[in-house]
């Protein structure tokens, strides 16, 4: 019995641990949830003796893979739609968990005999790393691909020399920071105009900034930010979606003009090929982006579909609604 209760306690210490560190669950759900998962890692004490430290652990991962997999089986049959959409969104995180913590507590238990102190170092060390090695791979990937893209649309107006178009009401004003103009002047010019920089492309359209928007995947809010500056000529209307690489490098520049029937010009020129794509879709009530994330290594990532933003700048400037004069109440004294 008392090789039992190791087993048991070892395995339910891996399993809080590592739901704790990695947000799969709170502490509470970890707390309980971790006494009953050991309960079929506890079962298995005999087997793990019988079959030895060197295939104890692949055996014990399998089982907790299997135990995982069971355990959202029974969410999606008998759980509700908010729970079945958190198993989901967890459920490869639930397995890793699984897997690392009956792997570990099988070595563990196989290696008892030979010590407890090299049990229990060889159990939580092979555990940490079943959890650190595809936990850094996942951070690594999602750094590349995940991180936030925040896009700068510029919008082309046709207005005498001294005038600039209306912002947008109750928007904040979208500004170039210097490091964007610097980025402009390498393929158009960049002049300063009556509500800051504007950009003059080789036609002689000029463009002011509409809006800036930052796109989030909800896996990785944080990490380094793509920007991408779109500019968009007036009465350019799209056959097809816009289909514009966000850049290779999880901090890049882009700057990319949409033309008449999909035709995309990027700066700098890059590989069609891109981690991150973004599709722009221009329809009468705006612009619908949708954000294409490829992992190296399959399609780890949702697509992000927000919108439709505005595609262009108000007709006229508007008009702040007249103040009413203060009522006077001391009139006649």
């Known amino acids: 019995m008392k090789g039992f209760a190791l087993t048991y306690w070892f395995t339910w210490g891996l399993l809080l641990s590592a739901a704790a560190?990695?947000?799969?669950?709170?502490?509470?759900?970890?707390?309980?949830?971790?006494l009953i998962a050991a309960v079929p890692s506890a079962a298995l004490h005999r087997?793990?003796?019988?079959?030895?430290?060197?295939?104890?652990?692949?055996?014990?991962?399998?089982?907790?893979?299997?135990?995982?997999?069971?355990?959202?089986?029974?969410?999606?049959?008998?759980g509700s739609p908010d729970e079945l959409a958190f198993a989901s969104w967890y459920l490869g995180t639930d397995i890793a968990v699984h897997a690392a913590g009956f792997g570990g507590a099988a070595l563990?238990?196989?290696l008892f005999a030979r010590g407890g102190w090299l049990a229990f170092a060889a159990g939580f060390s092979l555990s940490a790393a079943m959890s650190a090695v595809p936990y850094g791979v996942i951070a690594a990937i999602d750094r590349q691909v995940a991180g936030p893209v925040e896009v700068l649309l510029l919008v082309s107006a046709e207005l005498p020399?001294?005038?600039?178009?209306?912002?947008?009401?109750?928007?904040?004003?979208a500004v170039l920071t210097a490091e964007e103009s610097a980025?402009?002047?390498?393929?158009?010019?960049?002049?300063?105009?009556?509500?800051?920089?504007?950009?003059?492309?080789?036609?002689?359209?000029?463009?002011?900034?509409?809006?800036?928007?930052?796109?989030?995947?909800?896996?990785?809010?944080?990490?380094p930010v793509r920007r991408l500056i779109l500019l968009l000529p007036a009465g350019a209307p799209a056959a097809r979606p816009w289909m514009v690489p966000a850049g290779a490098e999880p901090d890049g520049r882009t700057v990319a003009q949409l033309g008449p029937g999909g035709v995309v010009t990027v700066q700098p020129v890059s590989s069609s090929r891109q981690s991150v794509q973004v599709d722009v879709s221009h329809r009468a009530?705006?612009?619908?982006?949708?954000?294409?994330?490829?992992?190296?290594?399959?399609?780890?990532?949702?697509?992000?579909?927000?919108?439709?933003?505005?595609?262009?700048?108000?007709?006229?400037?508007?008009?702040?609604?007249?103040?009413?004069?203060?009522?006077?109440?001391?009139?006649g004294r």
């Open 285 to 331: 009530d705006g612009l619908t982006f949708e954000l294409v994330r490829r992992s190296p290594v399959g399609d780890l990532y949702a697509t992000i579909k927000e919108g439709p933003f505005p595609a262009d700048f108000p007709a006229a400037a508007v008009q702040p609604a007249e103040a009413r004069p203060r009522p006077k109440f001391d009139v």
């Open 183 to 223: 980025l402009l002047r390498g393929h158009y010019l960049v002049t300063e105009g009556p509500t800051g920089p504007l950009v003059q492309d080789d036609l002689g359209r000029r463009y002011w900034p509409l809006w800036r928007r930052s796109f989030v995947y909800p896996g990785n809010p944080g990490g």
């Open 21 to 34: 560190l990695t947000g799969v669950a709170s502490v509470k759900d970890a707390f309980f949830g971790g």
């Open 108 to 110: 563990f238990t196989a």
């Open 161 to 173: 020399p001294s005038e600039a178009p209306a912002p947008l009401p109750g928007a904040r004003a």
């Open 47 to 78: 087997v793990y003796l019988r079959i030895g430290p060197r295939f104890a652990p692949v055996f014990g991962a399998a089982v907790g893979t299997a135990w995982a997999v069971v355990m959202f089986l029974k969410v999606r049959w008998f």
